[in-house]
């Protein structure tokens, strides 16, 4: 049954594959449905809105921040790039327990109920900003350099770092998530 249901969702696909190549013009090929779809809708500038900022609370002591949550500068006492930061153990162990938050983030925000036709990024967003708060951790994009959103969401030309906004995801969109958490100073 599942298999009958893919192949139904393949054949809406607006592109053909070369197992069913198609004799009318009703489908049309990937690239020329991206450059009709970018013509139609350009990439441009994000709109200026004031930032989220979460500030201190009991909930979220001015441990849980980063140092860059509410200006969006990277200290100057931070680490340079010609310096190579060798970590201790204990610190290795919260690396792992950001990592594994951000993987569970993740898997939660590419589930089929979430990453679904109609629904947009800023909502996934969204999603994703209120998870990761629940699990304790400071989504990382969030005010990195004035980066406005909790995830960066890349669709179809957008190569990476593409900022979430209301635009709603189609059916064959090419979709990539960038999810990163500051957990213990991580």
């Not at 994703?128 to 990195?144: M, Q, T």
């Not at 969401?153 to 090419?174: F, K, Q, T």
Request: include cysteine.
């Amino acid at each position: 049954d599942n298999s009958n249901n893919f192949d139904s969702l393949l054949q809406k696909l607006p592109f053909s594959t070369p197992s069913s190549p198609t004799t009318d013009n009703t489908q049309i090929g990937w690239r020329k449905r991206q450059l009709n779809k970018t013509k139609a809708h350009p990439i441009q500038p994000h709109p200026n809105k004031p930032r989220t900022i979460i500030r201190p609370s009991q909930q979220h002591p001015p441990s849980f921040f980063p140092p860059y949550a509410h200006n969006g500068s990277i200290p100057q006492n931070s680490s340079s790039l010609d310096t190579v930061l060798l970590h201790d153990q204990p610190s290795i162990e919260r690396m792992k327990h950001a990592a594994q938050i951000a993987r569970r983030l993740l898997n939660y925000i590419c589930s089929p109920s979430i990453v679904t036709v109609g629904t947009t990024t800023e909502q996934i967003n969204q999603l994703l900003h209120n998870a990761a708060l629940k699990s304790g951790a400071y989504p990382s994009p969030l005010n990195y350099m004035g980066f406005p959103k909790s995830v960066c969401s890349s669709i179809n030309e957008v190569v990476c770092h593409g900022i979430p906004d209301g635009r709603a995801l189609e059916l064959g969109d090419v979709v990539s998530f960038d999810v990163s958490c500051y957990v213990g100073g991580v």
